[in-house]
């Protein structure tokens, strides 16, 4: 069945530092890929997407792409602020069917 | 939009009581998914609609829990009798397919804190 793999955190960062959460994926087809982001108290919500191999998706500064060849998403982000300390979930979406496969999410801490 | 709707947003109970969870999906919407979320397991998928019909309820943890989707604007998750263990974050989601083919990222209510004592 499909699976999400996501680095394990927690990750605490300074503040400017670069941001890389690895995650990798295992599905039958082609799969659309997603980022959410959950802070805390909330709901999880969309941080970015793409829908097919070798697409970039990108939001607020942070970047994806859809490696079909390594199987792999991962998130990044080259200058990390505390406002981005939250939780990061990867998550896919497989077009035989209607539910996504999350990931187990990332803790991310930004310090001053 | 008011995005998706849950309520109510924290509710205590004790052991044995009655627990319903309520969800306004987004209008249009024709996906419905209940998700619960805890430090142990982190975010299971419970239970999910396809208009209005339970398409995967494998992930309903036992026959305590039930959900229903009388209508396209409105699905409750209940719990009878309510156990401590049954203690967390409760997340209902909505989606949609565009043109009918294409399956979207889902839209997250703010959850239900549930506490039972």
């Known amino acids: 069945g499909d699976s999400v793999t996501q680095m394990e955190g927690p990750v605490t960062l300074s503040e400017e530092a670069f941001l890389t959460i690895n995650c990798t994926y295992t599905a039958t087809g082609y799969p659309s890929l997603f980022w959410y982001v959950q802070y805390p108290g909330e709901g999880l919500q ?3 997407k ?4 070798d697409d970039k998706g990108s939001n607020k500064g942070f970047e994806a792409t859809y490696r079909k060849e390594t199987t792999s998403f991962h998130l990044e982000k080259g200058s990390v602020q505390v406002s981005d300390s939250a ?3 990867c998550a896919l979406l497989n077009t035989n069917a209607g539910k996504s496969t999350f990931g187990d999410g990332t803790t991310l801490t930004v310090k001053p | 939009d008011a995005g998706v709707i849950q309520s109510p947003r924290h509710e205590v109970t004790e052991m044995g009581q009655e ?3 309520r969800c306004k999906p ?3 919407h024709d996906y419905l998914f209940w998700y619960r979320q805890t430090m142990m ?3 299971e998928l419970l239970i999910y609609f396809n208009n209005n019909v339970p398409i995967d309820d494998s992930g309903m943890p036992e026959d305590r829990f039930s959900a ?3 209508n396209a604007s409105f699905s409750t998750l209940k719990i ?3 156990e401590p263990r049954d203690s967390a974050v409760y997340f209902c989601a909505s989606s949609f397919r565009s043109g009918g083919l294409t399956y979207n990222e889902q839209f997250f209510g703010p959850g239900t804190r549930l506490t039972v004592l």
């Open chain 2, 68 to 70: 229903k989707m009388p």
């Open chain 2, 80 to 82: 009878q009798p309510s």
């Open chain 2, 26 to 28: 987004i209008s249009g």
């Open chain 1, 46 to 48: 969309l941080l970015l």
């Open chain 1, 50 to 53: 793409a829908t097919k191999a």
């Open chain 1, 87 to 89: 939780v990061y979930f």
């Open chain 2, 19 to 21: 627990v319903t969870l």
């Open chain 2, 41 to 43: 397991r982190g975010l």
